[in-house]
């Protein structure tokens, strides 16, 4: 029975590691979508804004920017809104060249401890002939 129970504790962690390995991939594959969109954006940037209606360009302003400040003169600064900060800096291909060649190790990793799955004593019951 406890046997039962150890296996089934185990099919339930494969299937957890399973489930948050395809939601990782899913993930991952949102990301790539959204970050080309996000370029694709930033590289025909003016062409949208020009072709777009008047709700379309507020909505691209508050996705692009994050502050603008407007004089009688015009425009005198702007700072872009996150991500577009970092999709347009000049040092990106450094810093992602960077991180690539110095990950940041994750605490994130799951495993099981053995003493949850296996009592001291083992796996075999006891027997006399192994008792001293």
Do not use: C
């Not at 962690?13 to 991952?28: I, K, N, P, R, S």
């Not at 008047?54 to 407007?70: E, K, S």
Request: hydrophobic residues 40%; aromatic residues 6%.
């Amino acid at each position: 029975r406890k046997a039962e129970s150890i296996g089934a504790y185990v099919l339930d962690e494969f299937a957890d590691a399973g489930a948050a390995l395809a939601a990782t991939e899913v993930h991952w594959e949102t990301i790539e979508r959204n970050l080309d969109a996000a370029l694709g954006l930033a590289q025909h940037f003016g062409t949208a804004y020009s072709r777009a209606g008047h709700q379309t360009r507020r909505h691209l302003n508050q996705a692009i920017f994050d502050a603008v400040y407007v004089d009688v003169e015009g425009v005198t600064y702007a700072r872009l809104a996150d991500p577009f900060t970092d999709l347009l800096a000049d040092d990106l291909m450094a810093r992602l060249d960077h991180e690539l060649e110095h990950p940041v190790p994750t605490s994130s990793a799951r495993g099981v401890k053995e003493n949850v799955l296996v009592e001291v004593m083992g796996l075999e019951p006891t027997t006399s002939t192994l008792r001293t």
